[in-house]
C-alpha cells in the first residue's frame, strides 16, 4: 500500500479561474499546437469537431497515459489506487517508479513543506479567448512555483519540440498572469515514466526554466497566432475554410485529413470523402465544449 504524501492545506493565490459566464472561446495548449502546425487541421478537429483515426497501438498509448494519470490523481486525493493498478503491471512499474522519485519530485528548492494540487485549473482572458491549461500538479511556496506534468513516453533526445510546444510556453505563461509569482519564480518540469520490458521503472526529468524574456515573447506569438485566429473565423463564418499548409510539407503525408484536403488521393472510390473546400457555418461556442487532446 502506497501511502500519499501529507500536503499542507492549500493557501494559494486564487486560481485565476473566470468563473463569469463568458462569450469567449476556450482554447488549450493542444488547440495552439494544432492551430500552428496547420489552421486546417485545426477547423476539421475543433471546429468541426471530425475525429481523426489513430492507430490501435497509438490509441493503446493514449488509454494507458490516461489511466496514468488518473491514478496520480487518486494517489493526491488519498484514495484508494490498488484496484487501478492490480491486473496492470505497467501501471505499477509507473506507479512504482513515482513512489521511488516522490521524494525529488515532490521537494522545493531549499523547501520541502509546499503547497500541491494535481489537475489544477486556470484560466486567462487573453485576445478575446479563454486561455486554460491544466496543470498535472502545481507545487507552490512563498519563494517559487512549478508546473509539473507527467508523460508516459520516454525523454525526447532532442527536446527542442518540447521548448516550442505550446505546453511548455503556455502553461508558466498563464501562471505569471494570473498569480503573483514572477516568471523567473516559474518552472516548468516534465517527468518521464519508463518501464522496461521486465517492468523495470525508469523516471527521467526534464525541467524548462522561465523569465520575463520568454514571457515577452510568448505574449507576442500569442497575440500574433490569436489575431490570425480571429481572422480566419471570421472568414470561415461567411464560408472560407482555414489555410492550408504549403503542398511540399510533410506533415500531410502522415495527416489523417489527406484525402478531405486533395492532398492524397483514395484507395479506392468508396473511401474517399468530400475535397469540399468551402466550410458551413457553425456556432462558435461548440469549441468551449472541445475536449483537450493529450500532447
Ligand atoms: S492534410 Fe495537410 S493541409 Fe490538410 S489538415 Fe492535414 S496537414 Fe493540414
Known amino acids: 500500500m502506497v501511502e500519499p504524501i501529507d500536503f499542507p492545506a492549500p493557501t494559494l493565490q486564487p486560481d485565476g479561474i473566470d468563473r463569469r459566464p463568458s462569450p469567449y472561446l476556450r482554447l488549450s495548449q493542444s488547440q495552439l499546437n494544432r492551430l500552428t502546425a496547420c489552421p486546417r487541421k485545426f477547423q476539421h478537429i475543433d471546429l468541426e469537431q471530425l475525429a481523426a483515426p489513430g492507430e490501435s497501438a497509438q490509441q493503446e498509448r493514449q488509454d494507458q497515459g490516461t489511466r496514468f494519470h488518473q491514478l496520480m490523481q487518486q494517489w493526491f486525493l488519498g484514495l484508494p489506487i490498488e484496484p487501478l493498478v492490480q491486473d496492470d503491471p505497467l501501471l505499477q512499474s509507473w506507479l512504482n517508479g513515482f513512489v521511488n522519485a516522490a521524494p525529488s519530485i515532490l521537494t522545493l528548492t531549499h523547501d520541502r ?69 514572477d516568471p523567473e519564480q516559474i518552472a516548468m518540469i516534465y517527468w518521464f515514466f519508463q518501464s522496461s520490458s521486465d517492468h523495470v521503472p525508469d523516471v527521467q526529468r526534464f525541467s524548462v526554466a522561465y523569465d520575463a524574456a520568454q514571457h515577452k515573447q510568448i505574449r507576442a506569438d500569442l497575440v500574433h497566432l490569436l489575431t490570425q485566429l480571429t481572422n480566419w473565423l471570421e472568414r470561415y463564418q461567411n464560408g472560407e475554410p482555414f489555410p492550408q499548409i504549403p503542398l511540399e510539407s510533410s506533415e500531410c503525408d502522415r495527416c489523417s485529413f489527406a484525402i478531405r484536403c486533395d492532398r492524397a488521393h483514395p484507395a479506392t472510390e468508396q473511401s474517399s470523402s468530400p475535397s469540399v473546400d468551402r466550410a458551413a457555418p457553425i456556432q462558435l461556442t461548440n469549441i468551449a465544449d472541445i475536449e483537450e487532446v493529450a500532447l
Open 113 to 181: 513543506t509546499a503547497w500541491g494540487q494535481s489537475e489544477h485549473i486556470r484560466t486567462l482572458e487573453f485576445e478575446g479567448y479563454l486561455l486554460t491549461v491544466v496543470y498535472d500538479l502545481l507545487l507552490a511556496n512563498q519563494q517559487q512555483a512549478q508546473i509539473l506534468d507527467w508523460k508516459t513516453y520516454p525523454r525526447p533526445q532532442n527536446p527542442r519540440w518540447l521548448l516550442q510546444n505550446w505546453q511548455t510556453r503556455l502553461y508558466p505563461f498563464v501562471l505569471a498572469e494570473t498569480s503573483d509569482f
